[in-house]
């Protein structure tokens, strides 16, 4: 009996492999079909925005979608299409970088706790400590210390996110230390700089790049919540956040002016997350299968 | 079990020390106290006078020394804007805050322990597919977006529940619970989803193990053996996971305070970022910290009532 399914099981497998990867992964093609769209908006902002999403015009006030302003206008009479798409580009600014300073901090501190014992008990103390402030509060309290720039809400974001990547990162190399692979390296006579390029990071990029995409979900979410309370990029940028925020105190008699920003974000996120977990199932086949 | 009590207590001794030094810290990085409370038209003597009556002329680690020892005695520092103890802050705001993440972590359990065991039951079938990809989408709306939805369909097109405010429950179970519904259901739904994977994650590792069968085999009833035998087994993770989720609560505060209109900790808190009130902002962090250490070493501990095996490593 179970070997019979087992074998169906198998055919199935096979079955599926002879797909073209995008038809096999189809929650990586439609996450990154998604997060496409969206970069494209962000990059093509200035051509798609018919109007400047700075202009104010007090004539126009809270006007509903029509074909001349497609989102509305908000309560200063700025049209909100041309706001959601420059809003893209914050959004998509603070995920990417994110999600690569907080993995490359956070690998080299991990890959340094994971070969070094003391460094080891000291850092893993210091990210403990840090990852018992919520993140949210940490970045709150570093925006209240500077300038709200869009710079600063990076660095604050990074900082909140860095602990969980440096946990992730010491603990791949403290398993694959203990491969059977890696000790057949080292006893070959592998120098530390050869395990570590050959053996240990090819190994850890998956998980990590998996890792990765959740950061730049949470970054993102994250800065929207900063500068939805007022400790993110200055009023004067347009981004989904702030859009929110300006747009909360008119909610009951125009929702389009917080939906339409936050709809964007929401469909941003969940794009991204959908690539996370597709590739998780493609990178990892043990967890998948695990979580499947 | 002792062994292991008493390795948990030590372990938590560094976190709340690195907790102190941060928090320490970015007070320090906050600007010198001193000229805040001189004012605008100081002059620098007034100044150094300050610095020495708050003893800011000392040595750093002297500073950091009174300093936790003024908070370990509740001393939480006076705020800038108001001039009262943030102490006495924290207390006259923490009882919507309390509500909220109580009718949160209730909904989130009903909510997300069902849908996570309903889907390890029907694995790879439709219930299990529907229920996930929910809780894909509670992790990737944000929840200050869902709150908003929430409002527009169950305050504003069906109006059935305010859109905001708070009301103490002293006025009312009834009135007290309409306020906090919706901001609980928005805060509640992510909460929910990372409840709901890991009890799924969980049940699955357990159902697949040599003593559920035995329980199967010797004619117990299909509910018996996965709300009884294999949940309690599959508690330790989940336990872990509901700690760990304190934190997505107490950031989603902040927000969820901010749209529904809540005098509570987080209202505090935004309220303090546009004063630059930074010992209210200081006394929230530690509070938050404070209570999510302790929590999660509450659940740490509980293990060893949750898992028998605990007791003896």
Known sequence: MATASALDDDAVTHAVRRRPA?????????????????????????????????????????????PEFWFGTDMMGRDVWSRTLYGARVSVITGLTVAAL??????????????????????????DGLMAIPAILLAIALMALTRASLGNVIIAIVVAEVPRVVRLARGIVLTLREATFVEAATASGTGFFGLLFRHILPNAVAPLVVQSTY????????????????????????SWGNMMAEGRTVFQVAPQLVLFPGLCLSVTVLAINMLGDGLRDMLDPRLARRMK | MLGYVLRRLVATIP??????????????????????????????????????????????????????????????????FTNTPVAQLIVQRIGPTFSLAVVTIVLAILLGIPSGVLAAVFVRRVPDRVIMMLAVAGFS????VLAYLLILGFAISWPILPVQGYTPLARGVLPWLGNLILPGLALALVYAALI???????????????????????????????????????SVPIATVIG??????????????????????????????????????????????????????????????????????
């Open chain 1, 22 to 66: 995008w038809r096999r992964h189809p929650t990586v093609t439609a996450g990154l079909i998604i997060l496409g769209l969206v970069c494209a908006m962000a990059i093509a902002a200035p051509w798609l925005a018919s109007i400047d999403p700075t202009a104010l015009s007090t004539a126009k006030r809270l006007r509903p979608p029509s």
């Open chain 1, 102 to 127: 907080a993995t490359g901090i956070g690998l080299l501190l991990g890959l340094l706790a994971g070969f070094d014992r003391t460094i080891d008990a000291v850092m893993m103390r210091i990210m």
């Open chain 1, 215 to 238: 950061i730049a979900a949470s970054a993102m979410i994250t800065e929207a919540i900063l500068s939805f309370i007022g400790a993110g990029v200055p009023s004067s940028t347009p």
């Open chain 2, 15 to 80: 976190v709340v020390i690195v907790v102190a030094v941060v928090v320490f810290l970015l007070a320090r990085l906050a600007g010198d106290p001193a000229s805040v409370i001189a004012g605008e038209n100081a002059t620098a003597e007034q100044i150094a006078q300050i610095r020495n009556r708050l003893g800011l002329d000392q040595p750093l680690l002297v500073q950091f020394a009174r300093w936790s020892w003024s908070i370990a005695h509740g001393d939480l520092g006076v705020s800038i």
């Open chain 2, 141 to 144: 709306i944000p929840i200050f």
């Open chain 2, 196 to 234: 709901a994977r890991t009890t799924r994650a969980a049940l699955l590792d357990v159902l697949a193990e040599d003593y559920i069968r035995t329980a199967r085999a010797k004619g117990l009833l299909p509910r018996e053996v996965v709300w009884l035998h294999a949940l309690k087994a599959a």
């Open chain 2, 244 to 313: 760990i989720g304190i934190a997505l609560l107490v950031g989603g505060a902040v927000v969820i305070e901010t749209v529904f209109a809540i005098p509570g900790l987080g209202r505090l808190t935004v309220d303090a970022i546009a004063r630059r009130d930074f010992p209210v902002i200081q006394g929230v962090i530690l509070l938050f910290s404070g209570i999510y250490v302790l929590i999660n070493l509450l659940i740490d501990l509980s293990y060893t009532w949750l898992d028998p095996r605990v007791r003896f490593t």
